[in-house]
């Protein structure tokens, strides 16, 4: 999907569905993946981008899993306020904290998000983990 010669606008809604699901299938601790994505119109080279920081943030949670966990993972992607929003949640055993691995990708899918002139934010609470992406209004195109 990220190698592929892709058109330079795609539908992000059919391109984070793929990933969501290919995410899944190569994981051996997500049980359930769930997207909410709007039918967006956006610049293939930034779908890229987004897609990088989501499986970061996918592979984060999955070593923040407890031993034989089974997570439920959501992703969504849309506007609210007039800024793309995306969102990566978790719920299931977890510890706070993963992999030294895992840590470096959140910190470049951070500064993937900043560079796109978005902001980054982490939440953890018991067993729930959210990531939370915004970006500026013109951020889909």
């Not at 959501?74 to 719920?91: K, N, P």
């Not at 959210?130 to 951020?139: D, E, I, L, N």
Request: with cysteine.
């Amino acid at each position: 999907m990220l190698s592929s010669r892709c058109p330079s606008q795609g539908d992000a809604a059919r391109f984070f569905e793929l990933l969501a699901n290919r995410l899944q299938l190569a994981s051996t601790s997500i049980g359930t993946m769930m997207t909410a994505v709007a039918p967006i119109a956006m610049m293939s080279r930034r779908m890229r981008a987004l897609a990088v920081v989501v499986a970061d943030v996918v592979h984060f949670i999955e070593t923040c899993a407890a031993k034989d966990a089974s997570l439920k993972v959501y992703v969504a992607l849309g506007f609210e306020d007039g800024q793309l929003v995306l969102g990566v949640g978790a719920e299931g055993e977890m510890v706070p904290a993963g992999s030294a691995s895992a840590a470096r990708g959140w910190r470049r899918a951070s500064a993937i998000v900043q560079l796109l002139g978005g902001e980054a934010e982490r939440g953890v609470d018991g067993e729930r983990m959210v990531f939370g992406m915004t970006f500026p209004a013109g951020a889909a195109s």
